[in-house]
């Protein structure tokens, strides 16, 4: 998953920039594997939608490092974070259900992402800093937000293969 500015939206274990033990989801910079000597990111996103339901929950692909804390969630309180479904009030605190953006934002497979839970988009707060934090916010569906422009897609680079080890 990118941001608009083709930042990556990034969980433990998904970037250098993120501890081993935080739980909270930010936007880093792209980095390629090789390109830096102390950093390393990519974006190992699964989504798996009910069709029924029009809501996709998202995953990352580190599960077997995580101890299930892989999704995708919002709290109450709008604190987004992987956490497990089963230690979730409800189920709906990992549903999110896509938007299209404008017609003049409506490239490269940008979406608005919308909890089930709070009713609010999945935005990047932070400005121009190098990690910035994923929460919630009141939709922009006029795209005067573009912090709230994600796009879904599977791509990574020297990603890790189990716990701290990658390849190239």
Not at 112 to 125: A, E, M, N, P
Request: net charge positive; glycine share 10%.
């Amino acid at each position: 998953m990118t941001a608009f500015d083709d930042t990556l939206i990034a969980g433990a274990l998904q970037s250098d920039y993120v501890d081993l033990h935080d739980k909270g989801v930010y936007s880093v910079p792209d980095v390629k594997g090789g390109q830096s000597t102390k950093y390393n990111a990519y974006f190992g996103w699964k989504s798996t939608s009910g069709s029924a339901s029009g809501y996709h929950r998202f995953s990352n692909y580190m599960d077997k490092c995580s101890g299930g804390q892989t999704y995708l969630t919002v709290d109450k309180h709008g604190k987004v974070s992987l956490r497990s479904l089963k230690s979730l009030e409800t189920l709906a605190e990992a549903d999110w259900k896509s938007y299209n953006p404008p017609k003049k934002l409506n490239h490269r497979e940008f979406r608005f992402w919308v909890s089930r839970s709070t009713g609010k988009c999945l935005t990047v707060f932070g400005g121009n800093k190098k990690k910035r934090t994923v929460g919630v916010a009141d939709c922009k569906f006029n795209g005067s937000n573009r912090g709230q422009l994600f796009a879904f897609r599977f791509h990574y680079h020297q990603a890790f293969c189990c716990c701290g080890v990658h390849n190239e």
